[in-house]
């Protein structure tokens, strides 16, 4: 399974565009880089997933480059809601069966008025 | 979308008694869940994967005899805490793995007093 690292927490203030990078220098042909919001005392939540390129929801955008060593989640504008952890998988996509989803640090995520 | 229903969200205990958590898929089929443990300001630790029908493959250090996982339908699996001690206090996660991924539940807040 492909290690990813994180930074351990960022500062932001409300209305900032906030840039999450990890890094997975191991990441696998068949591989999909996920990421996962959580708030304190909930399961994680989904918040977009990708490939390759770049892909872009109603919450965020996820930048990945060509070589796929990395990646970036995008927050246009944070909130004070939007102070959580966030975390950075990779893991293959399933279709049936299940592979192993291991959790990095996260990145705890302040935002401020 | 997908979603997974977990129970109780919180529970107290007396130590030496036991206690299950169940976790269900409610509108899709789940052949394999996950169940975490997250201790506080701590990423979620992995415990097992239960695949149903069959065993549960526990992650190293993690004592089978203490947490016995049942999957016995694709979509409910039960983690149980035999003898509970306060060292075991902690949030639980499950995450079941459908055809679009990874669902979380919402988690159980375990208190052993």
């Known amino acids: 399974l492909a290690k990813t690292t994180q930074p351990i927490s960022m500062d932001s203030y409300e209305g900032q565009e906030v840039n999450i990078t990890c890094s997975h220098n191991?990441?696998?042909?068949?591989?999909?880089i996920t990421w996962y919001q959580q708030f304190p005392s909930q399961g994680p939540r989904f918040i977009i997933q990708g490939y390759k390129t770049k892909v872009t929801n109603e919450v965020a955008s996820l930048f990945i480059p060509a070589d796929r060593k990395s990646s970036t989640l995008s927050l246009p504008r944070v909130s004070l809601s939007d102070t959580a952890v966030y975390y950075c998988l990779v893991a293959p996509i399933l279709t049936g069966g299940g592979n192993k989803l291991t959790f990095g640090t996260g990145t705890q995520l302040k935002v401020e008025l | 979308g997908a979603v997974v229903s977990q129970h109780p969200s919180w529970v107290i205990c007396k130590s030496g008694t036991s206690v299950k958590i169940e976790c269900r898929s409610l509108d899709f089929q789940a052949t394999t869940m996950f169940w975490y443990r997250q201790f506080p300001k701590q990423s979620l630790m992995l415990m097992a994967t239960?695949?149903?029908?069959?065993?549960?493959?526990?992650e190293q250090g993690v004592e089978k005899d203490k947490f016995l996982i049942n999957h016995a339908s694709l979509t409910l699996s039960t983690l149980t805490v035999t003898s509970a001690h306060p060292e075991d206090s902690s949030f639980y996660i499950c995450s079941a793995a459908g055809d679009n991924g990874y669902t979380f539940g919402s988690g159980t807040r375990l208190t052993v007093v």
């Open positions: 191991n990441i696998a042909t068949n591989d999909y």
């Open positions: 239960s695949n149903e029908g069959s065993k549960a493959t526990y």
